[in-house]
């Protein structure tokens, strides 16, 4: 009786192990969880929204311009930060009377609900690198105001997939 006992206890403190290696290496490896702190993404993901991303998006792909995804700041790489990527590497961004310009061509963006207060740039996109900004452009501290503009591809911790609870799928 007493060896069935603690056969019992050791198959249950296995699963466990088990279940608990198994969340460990799918928040290490597969996917990232963010809070998001700030109004710079509103109203796509507002304060305190819950953000779910998948940390292999970019393992055979290449991040596309309107992707939103998560990196460490580039001027304070102890910080993450959750910002859309809009210009990709070649491209020439600039801010004109309220407007992105890509290349020279107004970037149609249906997830912004204001216009730019200042013009911006123009800054050239250098290779495996990214252009980022908030939705909510009137408050976002983004590429315009960092020191260091760019988010280089290797720093990308991954691509906002949902936010949860209501688990609301990012669509560009």
């Known amino acids: 009786m007493k060896n069935k006992v603690v056969r019992e206890i050791i198959s249950w403190v296995m699963v466990i192990a088990i ?12 996917i990232f969880k963010v809070e998001v702190p700030t109004g710079s993404m509103e109203n796509t993901i507002m304060i305190g929204d819950r953000v779910i991303t998948l940390r292999l998006s ?7 311009r309107g992707d939103i995804i998560v990196f460490p700041f580039p001027d304070d790489e102890k910080v993450d930060y959750i910002k859309r990527i809009i210009g990709l590497p070649g491209d020439t961004v600039e801010g004109i009377d309220g407007y992105v310009y890509i290349n020279g061509e107004k970037l149609e963006e249906s997830y912004v609900t204001s216009t730019l207060d200042n013009n911006f740039g123009p800054y050239v996109v ?7 900004m908030g939705d909510n452009r ?12 760019f988010v280089k591809r290797s720093k990308i911790i991954g691509k906002a997939l949902f936010k949860y609870p209501d ?6």
């Open 19 to 30: 279940a608990f290696a198994a969340a460990t290496f799918i928040n290490k490896v597969i």
């Open 58 to 64: 970019y393992l055979f792909k290449d991040p596309q």
């Open 126 to 132: 250098p290779e495996d690198s990214y252009f980022m």
């Open 138 to 149: 009137d408050i976002s501290e983004d590429s315009r105001y960092w020191d260091n503009k």
């Open 167 to 172: 688990f609301t799928w990012f669509k560009n």
